[in-house]
């Protein structure tokens, strides 16, 4: 075997001309997103009044295996893809583990993350179905951000409704969003008929992102050209996400490099279950076996503490109801909560694979994710994403385990982004202000108690 390079890349022609939909090779397939007036399954015309066509296909199509890359969605890819596969040579170092770290890094975009791998996506079959423009919500901004530069690239509108808290606290992300053309609304606004409504009911409210996304679905629907766009959590945005785990798969092929273990973070889903689709795939076909592990914070804890049920995607109610891992949509991490990752749920299809026992899902607290993105920016330079630090924890943790074995094992975990907006979060851990809270089990009780009641 050649050495392995500090950052593995691979040439223009080896790069994915397919997104690979898991559901293809799964025998028990994910529930279906259920209509939450009529409790049936939700149709193509029902979800096409929402959501662009080509993507409501994606979306409803749980048995063709791949999906060709469009050539102009490929392009754009070419910007910022293949993102390096890194070989954490001082890492490694650092721990003393004989074990193999190696790391997906995502960051490497103006938006700073996998987010605009979906983003793109999506723009690109607004635009094709001839819209104006799309809506959505963001919470932190990074989706927001994603999905602006896809819009600009594409000549598209684009509104998104920022819940206030964050417009208000996170000045940068705005900018960054409205450089690129979005038009950037505090959510709840008096724009639209349901942001009136919470607004007179709890006046001075911050907000949320559950009433985020009732404003972005209330501002698709009611304007003509356009549609409601959504960064995680759903079938097609794991497809599109798939690009990060046939590089992965591509560039440790090409060194001869079997992966033992497949670590992410998990908020809802979507680069986790990219990353490891090709890998989950080779598993339900019998071909090959690994270790994945999803890694949620301990303050959110929707696969290791929630239960597997039909549940509201949305804080508003307005959504599909999807049978998933959930906390309840009432659920919301506690303040003190810095590192994103706060949804109530899980992607479907994340959720199906680890009930099946496919993927196995640990919860880590605050400030050990912390004391990780610290170690691993000291050693290997790049600033991590709170979020993505969740997964560097438990790449730690294995390393060091092997340490103690002897195991040389191949450990791979995605690095989803930068954390160059998430300086308040790093400055309270510097300071040593930094708390971990993990909800107890009654607190759990009274969201999940309030889990609509649906034959699953
Ligand atoms: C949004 C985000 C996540 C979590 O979202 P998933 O859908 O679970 O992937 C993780 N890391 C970063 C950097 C993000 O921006």
Not at 204 to 232: F, N
């Amino acid at each position: 075997m050649s050495e392995i390079p500090y950052k593995i890349y691979l040439e223009e022609n080896e790069m994915p001309k397919e997104w690979y939909n898991v559901r293809g090779d799964m025998k028990k397939k994910p529930a279906p997103l259920l209509n939450p007036g009529t409790l049936k399954p939700v149709t193509k015309e029902e979800l096409s009044a929402v959501f662009c066509e080509e993507l409501v296909a994606q979306e409803l199509d749980d048995t063709t295996r791949f999906f060709e890359i469009p050539a102009e969605i490929r392009e754009f890819y070419k910007m910022y893809r293949p993102s390096p596969l890194v070989r954490a040579y001082c890492l490694e170092k650092k721990l003393g583990t004989p074990a193999h770290i190696y790391y997906k890094f995502e960051g490497n975009n103006t938006s700073g993350s996998h987010k605009l791998n979906s983003a793109i996506a999506q723009a690109y079959y607004a635009k094709k179905q001839g819209l104006k423009g799309v809506t959505t919500e963001t919470g932190a901004g990074q989706w927001g951000t994603a999905l602006s530069m896809a819009c600009s690239y594409f000549d598209l509108d684009c509104q998104v409704y920022m819940v206030k808290v964050s417009y208000e606290q996170k000045p940068f992300r705005r900018e960054v969003m409205r450089t690129y053309g979005a038009k950037v609304t505090p959510s709840p606004s008096m724009d639209t008929e349901v942001g009136r409504k919470i607004n007179a009911e709890f006046p001075g409210t911050t907000g949320s992102l559950g009433c985020a996304i009732s404003e972005a679905v209330e501002a698709a629907v009611s304007q003509d050209g356009y549609r409601y766009v959504l960064g995680s959590v759903l079938s097609q945005v794991l497809l599109h996400q798939s690009v990060i785990g046939l590089e992965t798969k591509a560039a440790l092929d090409k060194y001869g490099i079997k992966a033992d273990m497949i670590i992410g973070c998990a908020g809802g889903g979507s680069n986790l279950g990219g990353l490891i689709s090709p890998f989950a795939g080779e598993i339900l076909r019998g071909e090959n076996n690994y270790e994945i592990i999803a890694v949620e914070p301990a303050s959110c804890p929707s696969l290791t503490r929630g239960v597997y049920a039909y549940d509201f995607c949305d804080t508003g109610k307005v959504c599909p109801l999807a049978k998933m891992y959930t906390l309840g949509s009432g659920f919301i991490p506690s303040a003190n909560h810095a590192g994103g990752l706060r949804y109530h749920g899980m992607s479907s299809i994340v959720s199906e694979l680890y009930d099946q026992g496919l993927i196995k899902a640990r919860s880590v607290e605050q400030t050990a994710v912390f004391e990780a993105a610290e170690m691993f920016a000291r050693v290997e330079g790049i600033l991590p994403a709170p979020e993505s630090s969740h997964a560097i924890r438990v790449a730690i943790d294995e390393a060091l385990k092997c340490k103690e074995t002897g195991e040389a094992k191949n450990i791979v975990f995605g690095l989803t982004g930068t954390g160059y907006f998430d300086l308040v979060a790093y400055q309270k851990y510097n300071d040593k202000e930094m708390s971990d809270y993990i909800p107890t089990d009654e607190d759990l009780k009274k969201s999940i108690d309030l889990i609509p009641k649906v034959e699953a």
